[in-house]
Each structure stands twice: as structure tokens, then as C-alpha cells.
């Protein structure tokens, strides 16, 4: 092909990709600078009503913010539902999707429907019904257990059963997803390969652990990052559930930010957490991939 055919065919990808382009600056790139910007004033709802008592106020905001002891509760609760959440809806996942894609199994499209209907669930409805499952005294689960004997537990009031509570009603909203991104990588998967360890003598943990896994490595990383992010984003669960209690034990980054931008209108400081929040997602994403990076590296 020719310089100029060569050419051509850049700017026609340039033009098809303007669109796309256009919508990532205005709807993401910019708003992401502006929050950035944001973070380093004082703007308040004073700033509101007239834009001359807006202040420059440099890294005061951060300053501020890792002074505030309920900023690093906030994180410390967000931290533990990535821990709890990332690893179960990983597990829970690539067990229905290994569910759904074994041919012997009957009704399998009527299980990938059943699986991944609570992720098409409206959110707030879903929250709303599991409040009430997980009630005290008139919820469906302490009936239960109230059945086999055991004492109720207090799942939203209670600081040590709250985020385990909202961590498995995450993980049942949310695994749907993951399943169609795994049964996905599980179809791609050599069936040859998988007869070849059959007839070697593998057990189905075995062909699990050295064939299937090690194909779906990419996949597997993928919904990790996503999880993780996710995670990180969690906000509307905890403000349904228990509106940050009890005692802020379910309060998140972004329940945080929620508070100081929009409820009490401390713009400056809600913007800075976003800011640091941007940065931890960032970080805890990288750490998947970079894990699988070395993990390719060490193969090759």
C-alpha cells in the first residue's frame, strides 16, 4: 500500500473515532480536571451564592482530609469489602459459570437467567427487600436461624456482622456479571485439551487447577480489576442498608464524598476525595495486572 493510501486510512480512523473521542474528553477527561481543580479551592456553598469568596487553598483540602479520622474509617471500611467481596465474587462466579457450561448439566440457558437476573436488578429495590430479609426481628434469615435453634443476629445493626451483611448482598447483586465474562472465557477454552487430561488420568480438580485455570488467567484478572473497582465505588448499598451506621462502621470513600459535597456542600474537600479516591482505584487495579504481568513474564 502506498504512502498515501496509508494516510488515508489514518484519518478515516481518526474520523471514526471522533465521536468516541469527543464523549471521553467531555464526559470524562474534563470533569476529571475540573474535580482536580476543584479539590484545590475552598468551594463551599458560600461559593454558591457568590463566586468571589472562592479561595485558592492549594493542598489544605488533602491536608484536612488525612487529618480526619473518619476519612481513614471510611477507608479502612472500604478496604474490607474489597477483601471480602473481590474473593467471593470471584469464587462465586467461575463456579456458576463452570456450572452453566458443563454439558451435562440440564436447563443450563434457564440457570444462566436465574444466575444473572439479580444483576439486571434495580439496586435500590434489591437493597430495599434485603433490609427486610436481614431484619432483626421480622427478617426471613433470623427466622431461620431462630428454626435451628441459634440466636438472631443483628446483621445492619450490629458493626461486626454490617459489612459481612452488605458484602453478600453485593456479591449476589454483582457475581451475574462476572459469570457471563468467565462462561465467555470458559468456551474458549480447547476441549482437546481438557480431553487430554482426561484420558491421562486427571481427576476434575486436577484438569480444574492445570488446564482450565491457567487458560482463563486473563479473564479471571479481569474481573478482579473490575470487582475491585466496584468495590471501591460502593456507595448506593451502605446508603440504603444502614445509611453509613452503625457507629459509621458501613461508611465508604465514597459515601464520604457524598456527605461533604452534597450534604453539608463542602465542594473543595468532597472533590479532594474523589481525587484520592481516583488514585486508590488506580492503585489497587494496577496491582491485578501487574500480577499477571509477572505471571506472563515467568511463563515465557
Not at 471514526?16 to 464523549?23: D, E, H, I, R
Not at 462465586?92 to 463452570?98: M, R, T, V
Not at 487447577?209 to 471501591?232: C, E, S, W
Not at 452534597?262 to 476525595?273: P, S
Request: proline share 5%.
Amino acid at each position: 500500500m502506498s504512502r498515501t493510501g496509508v494516510e488515508a486510512e489514518r484519518r478515516a480512523g481518526w474520523l471514526f473515532s471522533a465521536p468516541a473521542l469527543l464523549a471521553i474528553a467531555l464526559f470524562f477527561v474534563l470533569p476529571t480536571i475540573a474535580s482536580l481543580a476543584l479539590s484545590l479551592t475552598d468551594f463551599d456553598i458560600y461559593a454558591l451564592a457568590d463566586i468571589r469568596n472562592l479561595r485558592f487553598v492549594g493542598l489544605d483540602n488533602y491536608a484536612a482530609l488525612l487529618a480526619d479520622p473518619l476519612f481513614w474509617t471510611a477507608l479502612g471500611n472500604t478496604l474490607w469489602f474489597v477483601v471480602l467481596g473481590v474473593p467471593l465474587v470471584i469464587a462465586i462466579s467461575l463456579a456458576a459459570a463452570i456450572l452453566v457450561n458443563e454439558r451435562m448439566v440440564a436447563w443450563r440457558p434457564v440457570w444462566r437467567v436465574v444466575f444473572f437476573a439479580p444483576y439486571v436488578a434495580t439496586l435500590v429495590a434489591a437493597a430495599v427487600v434485603w433490609k427486610y430479609l436481614l431484619h432483626t426481628r421480622y427478617g426471613l434469615v433470623n427466622y431461620a436461624l431462630d428454626t435451628l435453634g441459634l440466636q438472631p443476629v443483628d446483621w445492619l445493626g450490629d458493626p461486626r456482622w454490617a459489612i459481612p451483611a452488605i458484602t453478600l448482598f453485593v456479591v449476589w447483586k454483582s457475581f451475574g456479571y462476572a459469570m457471563l465474562i468467565f462462561l465467555a472465557a470458559l468456551q474458549t477454552v480447547p476441549r482437546e485439551l481438557d480431553e487430554a487430561a482426561r484420558i491421562d488420568g486427571a481427576g476434575w480438580w486436577a484438569r480444574l487447577r492445570h488446564v482450565t485455570l491457567p487458560a482463563i488467567a486473563p479473564a479471571t484478572g479481569l474481573v478482579a480489576i473490575l470487582t475491585i473497582v466496584a468495590m471501591f465505588q460502593l456507595f448506593a448499598e451502605p446508603y440504603v442498608m444502614t445509611e453509613g451506621g452503625p457507629a459509621q462502621s458501613t461508611v465508604t470513600v465514597l459515601y464520604l464524598m457524598f456527605e461533604e459535597g452534597f450534604q453539608w456542600w463542602n465542594l473543595g474537600t468532597g472533590a479532594a476525595v474523589a481525587v484520592v479516591l481516583f488514585v486508590c482505584i488506580l492503585a489497587a487495579a494496577l496491582l491485578p495486572a501487574l500480577a499477571m504481568r509477572l505471571l506472563h513474564v515467568r511463563r515465557t
